[in-house]
T-cell receptor
Framework: GENVEQHPSTLSVQEGDSAVIKCTYS??????FPWYKQELGKRPQLIID???NVGEKKDQRIAVTLNKTAKHFSLHITETQPEDSAVYFC?????????WGAGTKLIIKP | DSGVTQTPKHLITATGQRVTLRCSPR?????VYWYQQSLDQGLQFLIQ???????AKGNILERFSAQQFPDLHSELNLSSLELGDSALYFC????????????FGPGTRLTVL
């Protein structure tokens, strides 16, 4: 079946540094790639998404890039802050459902 | 607050039992999705309904079933419960049946003893 792989599973960065999380997908027909953030004990929330007709999208400290040829997309967080600590999930659409990555636990070190 | 509500918040039951989880989508959303999240695991897509009809099926066990009612609320039924069914069950909703921004409810934590 279709698959979305997410790396790394855990990422530890110094506060103020940048963090990058990468995902690859298998369905070449995928067009929609959201990123969700899940804080401990809370619901996942959409933080940014990108569609296949654009290569990059930014929202303040968060950006997502998409390479359709290579079938991978990445989440970039700049100037990380303690409140960025959470689990981040990527996903891609396939056959009218989202295929989810396994998640990346982002740890921000003070 | 996403506007998606789920009840109950917590549920503790015994193996072999049957439970029903309830979800009310955001006002105006026609699609409802159910997910299972085991401890420290990712999100496992179970099933999607759009305007009362099943639209997509993921890794849903035969012991599990769901439905979406005319008022668009949805119920997930889990039967013959096993210890391994203990998890957080999320419901999400979106505007249309086409995959779009999904808004998650607060989840129901199921503990099977």
């Amino acid at each position: 079946g279709e698959n979305v792989e997410q790396h790394p599973s855990t990422l530890s960065v110094q506060e103020g540094d940048s963090a990058v999380i990468k995902c690859t997908y298998s369905d070449s027909a995928s067009n929609y790639f959201p990123w969700y953030k899940q804080e401990l004990g809370k619901r996942p929330q959409l933080i940014i998404d990108i569609r296949s007709n654009v290569g990059e999208k930014k929202d303040q400290r968060i950006a997502v890039t998409l390479n359709k040829t290579a079938k991978h997309f990445s989440l970039h967080i700049t100037e990380t802050q303690p409140e960025d600590s959470a689990v981040y999930f990527c996903a891609g659409d396939s056959n009218y459902q989202l295929i989810w990555g396994a998640g990346t636990k982002l740890i921000i070190k003070p | 607050d996403s506007g998606v509500t789920q009840t109950p918040k917590h549920l503790i039951t015994a193996t072999g039992q049957r439970v029903t989880l309830r979800c009310s989508p955001r006002s105006g959303d026609l699609s409802v999705y159910w997910y299972q999240q085991s401890l420290d695991q990712g999100l496992q897509f179970l099933i999607q309904y759009y305007n009362g009809e099943e639209r997509a099926k993921g890794n849903i066990l035969e012991r599990f079933s769901a439905q979406q009612f005319p008022d668009l609320h949805s119920e997930l039924n889990l039967s013959s419960l096993e210890l391994g069914d203990s998890a957080l069950y999320f419901c999400a909703s979106s505007v249309d049946h086409i995959v779009d921004t999904q808004y998650f409810g607060p989840g129901t934590r199921l503990t099977v003893l």
